[in-house]
């Protein structure tokens, strides 16, 4: 969220200084998975709303970095399929079939829900994982998270406005002084957009009188990375929290866990095992693919588990920007957008979801 804040803030001509407390986009960002996954179209909503723009935006974002830098961040709009193992889960699909074609629209675009027999094409998922037919839906997408990352920090780093400043980490903030503490001195601020992932709640607590609750919580997600001879368009596959990723250069990413609890956030263990063994079990080209890297790491999890987004209600010089969990990239460019929007004191062009706002969730925590 923090690189896209500051590409935006460079488009719009904004003095700004890009701090992390490690490489950039080295934590929860540098991970394996990828998946852009839609939420279901039924019940529509404004949240529903918004990423549903967000993940059509997202495309053109992509391809505007790739042309300014000249790498590839691994985008594709491949879909999704969703085996369905009960009959009560295709009545429940064919349902969404019609929702989706109310909702899935975006100017000429279409995109589609399509429920089926049998999975489209041979040789990725096994037939037998949808004992019910499968669904095949043509909005979701794929990013490759380090090509991303690589591609965002390439275009900041020849930036005209925004200087990056790396391995530097943030102790405390005082947005009352437009300062903020760090091991290699102070760095005075006007505004400070707080991107900081899970490390972003116990600055933002410190600051928050009144809290009952933490505003936040790190949850440790485990990914696979997987050598497999197949077609990087093919489908993302998603059964029940499992993700099977097909990416370009033979590379297949599988996850993740979500772990409240944990003694080491970035060691993998069995439970990652037991993902890779169901991806093997559901794909066959995976049954003798090797295991290229194991990967763990921390994401953020907001109290009431959307973004969180807004200027902080004691002091509007400070601007949340994190939460996320499981969406941040298919979001993070619109969210980073919006940031840049109330830092700069200009009205966005769209509506951020009312629970997205700081104030709701600093609101839940209080209570």
């Known amino acids: 969220m923090g690189l896209w804040a500051a590409v935006h803030a460079e488009r719009r001509g904004i003095e700004t200084r890009l701090v992390d407390a490690g490489q950039l986009g080295g934590g929860a960002s540098g991970g394996l998975l990828g998946a852009l996954m839609p939420h279901m ?43 369905l193992p009960k009959p009560h889960l295709r009545k429940i699909a064919s349902g969404h079939s019609a929702d989706a074609e109310a909702h899935w629209k975006a100017g000429e675009r279409r995109f589609h829900w399509h429920v089926l027999d049998r999975p489209p094409g041979d ?7 949808g004992e019910s037919g499968f669904v095949h839906d043509t909005l979701a997408a794929r990013v490759a998270p ?7 920090g390439a275009f900041l780093r020849k930036a005209r406005h925004v200087r990056v400043l790396q391995n530097t980490d943030i102790l405390d ?13 102070t760095i005075a601020f006007g505004r400070c957009i707080l991107a900081a992932g899970y490390r972003s709640f116990p600055l933002l607590e410190k600051l928050t009188p009144g809290l009952q609750k933490p505003l936040g919580q790190a949850v440790k997600g485990q990914a696979a990375l997987l050598a497999a001879d197949i077609d990087p368009g093919l489908p993302t596959i998603f059964r029940d929290g499992l993700y099977v990723v097909a990416h370009e250069g033979g590379h297949v990413a599988v996850g993740s866990t979500s772990e409240n609890s944990f003694a080491d956030p970035f060691s993998t263990d069995e439970q990652l095992e037991v993902l890779i063994e169901a991806a093997r079990d559901m794909v ?21 588990r959307d973004p969180m987004v807004g200027a902080h209600p004691a002091n509007r010089n400070l601007i949340a920007l994190t939460g996320g969990f499981k969406v941040s990239f298919g979001l993070a460019h619109r969210l980073a957008e919006a940031a840049i929007c109330i830092a700069s004191d200009v009205p966005t ?19």
């Open 349 to 367: 062009e769209f509506l951020l979801p009312e629970s997205f706002g700081i104030s709701n969730h600093i609101a839940v925590s209080s209570r």
């Open 146 to 152: 380090r090509s991303l990352v690589a591609a965002l």
């Open 284 to 304: 066959p080209a995976l049954r003798d693919a090797p295991v290229i890297e194991r990967w763990a790491g921390l994401r953020p999890k907001a109290i009431d």
């Open 173 to 185: 903030l005082d947005p009352a002084r437009g300062t903020a503490s760090t091991g290699a001195g």
């Open 123 to 129: 040789g990725w998922i096994d037939a037998a994982a």
């Open 41 to 83: 179209p039924d019940r529509w909503s404004e949240k529903k709303q918004f990423q549903f723009d967000a993940l059509v935006s997202l495309e053109a974002e992509i391809a505007a970095i790739e042309v300014a830098t000249g790498l590839s961040a691994g985008y594709r709009r491949s879909g999704r399929l969703i085996p």
